[in-house]
């Protein structure tokens, strides 16, 4: 009963952590996009 129970949780672990993964790269490929398209950092004026 309890390892069954375990497993459950393993793979609902598992579904939340890939979840958490996918949605940091969508995040990374969308700055990373609108950085490219806005033509990314400004240098800073020396002086």
């Known amino acids: 009963m ?3 129970d ?3 949780s393993l793979d609902l672990m598992g ?3 890939t979840a958490i ?3 940091i790269i969508v995040i990374y490929l969308a700055v990373h996009l609108i ?3 806005t033509g990314g950092r400004k240098k800073k ?3």
């Open 15 to 17: 579904k939340g952590m």
């Open 2 to 4: 309890m390892n069954a």
């Open 6 to 8: 375990f497993f459950k």
């Open 45 to 47: 004026a020396e002086g």
């Open 35 to 37: 950085l490219k398209l």
């Open 21 to 23: 993964f996918v949605v």
